[in-house]
């Protein structure tokens, strides 16, 4: 299977770690990535709250440089993946109003959870799997824009979404079932509210941390970044993004150097089960 | 009472506007699921439900000085859940888009002066350039001390980079900000 990959900024910087993962993970389930020549920033969400029309070119840019390839475009982060979706909606709905009466793409934008989380897929990493990441119980966040709205995501289960469950239950994880799967982290005012982020990150890795999580997994670069970053300094949960765990349990082994991007040091949970 | 929320105070100016952005606010009937299920509703002056009704009596003044508009972290709960199929995150950015287009002070100027700063970075190069982002947004607030800790963790770790990734044709973006719009 070819896609087209389109990283965007975060996974360039705050979010390398997940950017190499991704690319390990689609590696090893046999899926070869062509990212998008020359891609540009799609804008999120800073483009959209402050200025409509900006935030649909921005991101038409890049779609109508996926359009010759063909291949369905791989979106890591949430943000950007919502934002893809809407222009591709917008210029399907009204080309003329864009300028883009040529735009008829045979792709579609798919987030990593949807896809990795497919049964053929699934079956691929549990086959793969050398470790199994037995005793670690994880509370699985989905936050918001990989699901909403459901219009523009295509998500089904939007208020009790399953894949990353059914990704780290392959993985030999224990998903804890709980009650801040979908709530937002606000991660797009974290920059100008810490002490907002600061309360609404508490709760959740509260939540987590009631239903016996002793970690949250996510799939979205600004929930990883927001959730390390705004929980409270005594004994804060680490956050993994879904696709290192499957690195970790395909491969075996916890390396320093794996885990040097993080703020919350997972060292410690990691040799706890036997890492 | 000019503050109150009363179809005595309503003007034509902002529905029309909704209106045309395709926005539909009148099939409201004040449920207030946007409400409850808002994160950050607890941080508003104004539920989302308020603001709905005030875009459909048209009273734009009290939403133009509002907070809440600036503290919508647009996590599209209320559109995810609206019965009526409101789409309020579109609502509450055409709202933020009008207030700085009239050139009002915005309820939250360093949530404005963070959009400013992120649309910047991304204007001059294509891409967020994280660094140099931090400092605009920095000099424009004069939040100087602010996360500095963690600002210098995300530095040791490799997550913040002193140098701007650029796309090659950054002429096209420029373009896409010069072009916004006009409707061709």
């Given amino acids: 299977m070819r896609l087209s990959y389109y990283p965007g900024c975060s996974l360039t910087g705050t979010a390398r770690e997940y950017d190499h993962s991704v690319r390990e993970v689609a590696r090893l389930v046999g899926i070869e990535l062509s990212e998008i020549p020359d891609w540009n920033c799609c804008g999120a969400s800073s483009a959209h709250m402050t200025d409509h029309e900006l935030a649909i070119r921005l991101s038409a840019r890049n779609l109508l440089l996926a359009q010759p390839e063909g291949r369905d475009v791989l979106v890591p982060c949430a943000a950007c993946f919502q934002r893809l979706r809407r222009a591709d909606l917008a210029l399907k709905k009204d080309p003329k109003r864009w300028g883009v009466s040529d735009y008829r793409p045979s792709f579609k934008i798919v987030h990593v959870t949807p896809l990795l989380s497919r049964p053929d897929f699934l079956l691929k990493i549990r086959e793969q799997v050398t470790r199994r990441l037995s005793g670690l119980r994880v509370a699985c966040y989905y936050g918001c824009l990989s699901l909403r709205p459901p219009a523009v995501t295509g998500a089904v289960r939007y208020e009790d979404p399953r894949g990353l469950d059914l990704i780290t239950e392959a993985l030999g994880a224990e998903p804890v079932s709980w009650s801040h799967k979908t709530e937002c982290c606000s991660g797009s005012l974290t920059m100008a509210r810490p002490d907002i982020a600061r309360a609404l990150v508490s709760d959740i890795a509260k939540a987590a941390g009631r239903a016996g999580a002793q970690a949250l997994v996510v799939d979205c670069p600004m929930c990883h970044a927001n959730l390390e970053s705004r929980q409270s300094d005594d004994s804060p949960l680490p956050v993994f993004f879904a696709t290192e765990l499957i690195n970790l349990a395909v491969t075996g082994k916890s390396t320093r150097k794996q885990w040097r991007q993080h703020l919350v040091d997972p060292r410690h949970l990691l040799g706890s089960v036997g890492f | ?184």
């Fill in chain 2, 1 to 184: 009472m000019s503050e109150a929320i009363s179809p005595k105070q309503s003007s034509a100016h902002l529905p029309a506007a909704l209106k045309q952005a395709g926005l539909d606010v009148e099939a409201c009937y004040q449920c207030g699921r946007c409400s409850a299920g808002c994160p950050v509703s607890a941080c508003f002056d104004l539920l989302p439900m308020q603001v709905v009704r005030l875009c459909v009596y048209g009273q734009e003044d009290l939403l133009q000085r509002s907070q809440t508009i600036w503290l919508c972290a647009a996590c599209e709960t209320c559109t995810t859940r609206c019965p009526n199929g409101i789409d309020i995150a579109g609502v509450m950015d055409l709202l933020r888009r009008r207030v700085l287009a009239q050139k009002l002070k915005p309820g939250q100027p360093r949530v404005a002066a963070f959009h400013k700063s992120f649309l910047r970075s991304v204007r001059r190069w294509g891409r967020t350039y994280e660094a140099g982002m931090l400092g605009a947004y920095k000099l424009r607030t004069g939040d100087f001390f602010g996360d500095l800790k963690l600002g210098l963790a995300m530095l040791s770790r490799g997550k913040l980079r002193m140098l701007p990734r650029r796309i090659r044709r950054r002429r096209e973006v420029k373009k896409i900000f010069k072009q916004k719009g006009k409707i061709e």
